[in-house]
């Protein structure tokens, strides 16, 4: 099955951008699902982004238009551009992989992103 390690979290000021990584090894990665979901102290699991196995992506309404998910299929990475941050943006990001065929679903460890002035 396929492990994921997240990366490139951070402290950035309203406004700003982070750029987050999820590293997948052990398995064919062009054959998941990738999302990122995050989740803020106190609140439940959400959402933020998908792109499936043929590139086509679906973003949650709150931000459109500010972030971009990407795949890089020859380096097992998604990749989470975020930009235009607000502090209701700060949360753990985490890394979702759904196989395609199977639906089995393995998560990374998250990183936190904290939109702060």
């Known amino acids: 099955q396929v492990q994921l390690v997240e990366s490139g979290g951070g402290l950035v000021h309203p406004g700003g951008s982070l750029r987050l990584s999820c590293v997948g090894s052990?398995?064919?990665?062009?054959?998941?699902?990738m999302r990122w979901y995050c989740q803020a102290p106190g609140k439940q699991r959400e959402l933020v982004a998908s792109?499936?196995?043929?590139?086509?992506?679906d973003y949650a309404d709150s931000v459109k238009g500010r972030f971009t998910i990407s795949r890089d299929n020859a380096k097992n990475t998604v990749y989470l551009e975020m930009n235009s941050l607000k502090p209701e943006d700060t949360a753990v990001y985490l890394c979702n992989a759904e196989q395609y065929f199977t639906k089995f679903n393995t998560w990374g460890q998250g990183t936190q992103v904290t939109v702060s002035s």
């Open positions: 792109i499936n196995t043929r590139g086509s992506t």
């Open positions: 052990g398995t064919i990665f062009s054959m998941y699902t």
